[in-house]
Every structure is written in C-alpha cells, then in structure tokens.
C-alpha cells in the first residue's frame, strides 16, 4: 500500500565538485498533489585528493575505476551517516542518492555514476535507492537529465527552471510534455579559470566582468556542433576536456578575457534555448551566486522574469528532486521521461538497496 508521507534524505554530487549535498526531505500528497519541506541540510567539501582524483577519472584505467567506485561508495557512506547522526534522524523511509557522474556516454550506451554500489545500504543499515540514469541510457535514452520530472511536479508555477552548476539544464513544458535538455558548461570551465588564479572560483563573477569577450572565440564557441543538435542531448565533463578547453587555450588572451567570453556565451546560449523569450525563469545551483553571470543573462532576456528562489531551494534542489525520485521509485511510479531523455518509454528508474 502507497503512503502519503515520506521522510527521506536527498543526496547530489555535481561535476562543479563543491562537494555532496545532503538534505532531509518530508514529502506528503494531499489531494493528489506533492508537497515538500527541505529541513536539515549540509553540503561537505571534498578534500584537494579527492577532488583530483575525481577530475582524473574520466582517463581512469577499468581497474582503477573500480577501486575508486569502492573507494567513493565507503567515502559517501560515510558522509551520509555522519549526516544521520549529526542531526539524529529517525524512522527514515530511503537514503535516495545520485552518486557522482564520472562518464557519461549515451551515445555509446554507458554512463557511469560511482558510490552506487550495493555494500553502501549495509555500510549505512538504511534501504537505498540510487543509479538512476543507467536503466535510460540501456532503454536508449540520454540518462540525463532527470530533475525535469521533479521541475514539473514541484515547480510547475514557472514557465521556465533552469540550474546552473557544472552545465546548466533547462526544462519546460512544450505541446503538453516535459522538454529539458543540457544547455552549456557552466561551473567546470568557469571554475577550471579560477582554479588557475588559485581561486576555487570566480566570486560573483568579479574576475569575469573585469575582462574583455573575444570576440573570434566567442563564435567559435557559439559554432560547436553540441549547439546544433536538437534535444534530448546532455553534455558530459569529456566535452569539456575535449572540446571546450583545447579550443580556448588556442587563444592568446588572459584569464580574466576568457573568463568574461566563456561567461558572455553561456549567457547567449541560455538565450537561444528557450523557445519563448518571456515569462518566469527559475534560477538554482551554485551559478545562481555568479552575478554578472545573471545579469548577462538578463541582458539576453530582457523580458524573462529571472527568479532566484531562498537559499534551501537554491542550493539543495537537486538533492530534493533526487529524493522525490527515490520516493516515486519507491512507489514504483514514473521518474524519468521519454519527452525529456527520449529513452523509449517513460519509466521507473533506480535500485533499491533493502537495508
């Protein structure tokens, strides 16, 4: 029998690798209609090993993938009890974790997210529910991205929710279905700049508005191939490693011009998605504190309300969509759709750890 009440933690680790965000969740249905509560919520750093160790792997050797799968897996166990106890959560229904991206190929058919693996419900004594993007990817989908489904349940108020964090991701409803679709890197070629001027990253965009765009790079950007396909697309860190850094380091320009160029097409790609230049946007992930980056956006959307929402929502909605994926699973109800991944059928995706 389907409750009406969940308690639940949400757990998200982007490729922008601020570390892992945690957030206790209640969900209730009243009237057939979801609502939610973000209560204790925390997002612990990785150490500098782990972080580099986290950008090494897309070249990782099978052997050491797999060490590191369970290397990270007894990592995020960790992390997620210390969380349990901290806050002394009780009679919790599921820990509902993404684990962290490290290949994604749908292309070939293989994604790849670590800390997924079954031992982490006996590490932790909870019941799990995780690896919710391979099932799309075997069933012909993108695997990605799947807090769409999430936007159109809890956020349905908008016409538009967009995240900034690693990539930026936008969905919205077209001809009655949910659309949603990888946009640009964001945080991973913004932060790659900042990392270079010893920064973890360019507060409010300070560095990026003292700069200059280029204007030779900024098309060239703008003409990348990923920019003229059609959705459902994603976009993966091996896009940036690629494609996106080589062709920026081909230009002789400072770090403060590369970062204003990449900052001005980000914006004007965000622009270009969205089929209806007017309305309510809703702005979250750690992008949403880079304020030239918003106010570039704006300057492309003159007529699109820009909303960002309190912090909770701001920082944790990830973890809090991922949470009512777990939930929906748990209830094996749709969490991923086929207007959005174009996966074959919409379907109910994840693994369920029993504790």
Not at 90 to 96: E, F, G, K, R, Y
Request: include cysteine; hydrophobic fraction near 40%; proline fraction near 3%.
């Amino acid at each position: 029998m389907k409750k009406d009440f969940y308690n639940v933690i949400g757990v998200m680790s982007g490729t922008s690798l601020d570390g892992v965000d945690l957030a206790h969740i209640q969900f209730e249905i009243k009237n057939n209609q979801w609502h939610f509560k973000i209560l204790e919520s925390d997002t612990i750093a990785y150490s500098d090993d782990w972080v580099n160790q986290l950008k090494l792997a897309v070249d990782f050797s099978k052997e050491k993938l797999e060490k590191l799968n369970n290397d990270y897996t007894r990592l995020l166990s960790k992390i997620i009890s210390d969380f349990i106890e901290k806050h002394q959560l009780q009679n919790l229904d599921a820990v509902c974790s993404h684990g962290h991206t490290i290949l994604h190929q749908p292309q070939n058919g293989f994604t790849l997210q670590i800390g997924n693996l079954p031992e982490i419900a006996t590490l932790m004594q909870q019941t799990i529910v995780c690896d919710f993007r391979v099932q799309d990817v075997a069933l012909g989908g993108q695997g990605a991205p799947l807090v769409p489904i999430g936007d159109s349940i809890l956020f349905s108020e908008y016409d538009y929710c967009m995240n900034l964090g690693g990539f930026s991701n936008v969905s919205f409803e077209e001809n009655d279905k949910r659309i949603a679709f990888d946009i640009s890197p964001v945080n991973t070629v913004l932060n790659f700049y900042a990392n270079q001027l010893d920064l973890n990253y360019d507060d409010k965009g300070t560095i990026s508005s003292s700069g200059t765009a280029n204007e030779a790079l900024f098309e060239k950007l703008n003409d990348l191939d990923f920019y003229k396909l059609k959705h459902p697309k994603s976009l993966g860190f091996e896009f940036v490693k690629e494609i996106v850094l080589p062709l920026i380091e081909n230009y002789n320009i400072s770090i403060e011009d590369k970062l204003r160029t990449f900052t001005e097409h980000i914006a004007f790609q965000t622009a270009l998605a969205l089929p209806t230049k007017k309305g309510q946007l809703l702005i979250t992930g750690g992008g949403a504190y880079n304020d030239f980056l918003i106010s570039r956006i704006q300057y492309y959307l003159p007529e699109m309300k820009l909303i960002i929402p309190e912090k909770k929502i701001l920082e944790f909605k990830e973890a809090l969509i991922f949470a009512l994926l777990g939930v929906l699973k748990l209830r094996n109800e749709i969490n991923v759709l086929s207007s959005v991944t174009g996966a074959k059928k919409d379907h109910s995706s994840g693994l369920i750890y029993l504790k």
